[in-house]
């Protein structure tokens, strides 16, 4: 049998798919990335296995400046409505909330970065991607915007210490999740010098919050719920 492939939407160079990709691969499965913003023309979702959309710095509702975000969230809708196995990460979690009837806003909190405990719900349990947790997952997060709003029938199955949809299921095989379980502190250092001036703005300890990055607990945290993804893709085949 053929190992699942799987499209990966990247909207930056910087937002790779990273450790997730990594994962994935060593579980059987062949990514293909799309990068629409260097002019890849965007597939049919429902020609994969599964679909992997990763984050950006651009809003989830930035379409006229970024015109693939547009039918992007129409694929979406069709891979959700069809059964394709989906997983949002970050902007990707926030752009599925918005093409499914959700809302996504600025954090009123402000910018949140670095590690946060994740608060897996009890309905987090029985589910297919993250039914495998331990309940001691720790997230990294760099986010200025969030789902405040869930679209019609999805479930939130983590928030974060301050209450915010952390982990979401938005049909049997979509989620989408507001940290990044992709990247290394290597990635995050490269981001955290693009936002610097504005971290010195806020007072923000970027030092701090790099030296609080543990490469090893988060791989060991996540690569598992990635190879439960990959066998999520698998299933159709």
């Given at each position: 049998?053929?190992?699942?492939?799987?499209?990966v939407?990247?909207?930056?160079?910087?937002?790779?798919?990273a450790?997730?990709?990594?994962?994935?691969?060593?579980?059987?499965?062949?990514l293909?990335?799309?990068r629409?913003?260097?002019g890849?023309?965007?597939?049919?979702?429902?020609?994969?296995d599964?679909?992997l959309?990763?984050?950006?710095?651009?809003?989830?509702?930035d379409d006229e400046?970024?015109?693939?975000?547009?039918?992007?969230?129409?694929e979406?809708?069709?891979?959700?409505?069809a059964g394709?196995p989906?997983?949002?990460?970050?902007?990707?979690?926030?752009?599925?909330?918005v093409?499914l009837?959700?809302?996504?806003?600025r954090?009123?909190?402000?910018q949140t970065?670095?590690?946060?405990?994740?608060?897996?719900?009890?309905?987090?349990?029985d589910?297919?991607?993250?039914g495998g947790r331990?309940?001691?997952?720790v997230?990294l997060?760099?986010?200025?915007?969030?789902v405040?709003?869930?679209?019609?029938?999805a479930v939130?199955?983590?928030?974060?210490?301050?209450?915010?949809?952390?982990?979401?299921?938005?049909?049997?095989?979509?989620w989408?999740?507001?940290?990044?379980?992709?990247?290394?502190?290597?990635?995050?250092?490269?981001?955290?010098?693009s936002?610097?001036?504005?971290?010195?703005?806020?007072g923000?300890d970027?030092?701090?919050?790099?030296?609080e990055?543990?490469?090893?607990v988060l791989?060991?945290?996540w690569?598992p719920l990635?190879?439960?993804?990959?066998?999520v893709?698998?299933?159709?085949?």
């Open positions: 049998m053929s190992s699942p492939k799987i499209l939407v990247e909207h930056q160079e910087s937002c790779p798919p450790l997730v990709g990594e994962w994935l691969a060593e579980a059987g499965c062949t293909e990335v799309c629409p913003y260097a890849d023309a965007l597939p049919r979702l429902t020609s994969y599964a679909v959309v990763m984050g950006g710095d651009m809003g989830a509702h400046a970024h015109p693939w975000l547009t039918p992007l969230k129409a979406i809708r069709d891979a959700v409505a394709t989906l997983l949002g990460i970050c902007l990707g979690h926030q752009v599925m909330a093409a009837g959700g809302t996504v806003e954090n009123a909190r402000g970065v670095g590690m946060q405990p994740v608060g897996w719900t009890a309905e987090a349990a589910d297919a991607w993250v331990t309940g001691a997952e997230a997060h760099w986010n200025n915007d969030i405040v709003s869930l679209p019609e029938g939130v199955l983590a928030r974060t210490p301050d209450g915010e949809v952390q982990v979401a299921r938005f049909g049997p095989r979509a989408g999740i507001q940290a990044h379980p992709e990247v290394d502190a290597a990635i995050v250092t490269r981001w955290a010098e936002d610097r001036d504005e971290h010195v703005a806020l923000l970027q030092d701090a919050v790099l030296a990055i543990d490469d090893e791989t060991a945290h690569r990635a190879a439960r993804f990959a066998a893709a698998g299933e159709g085949r």
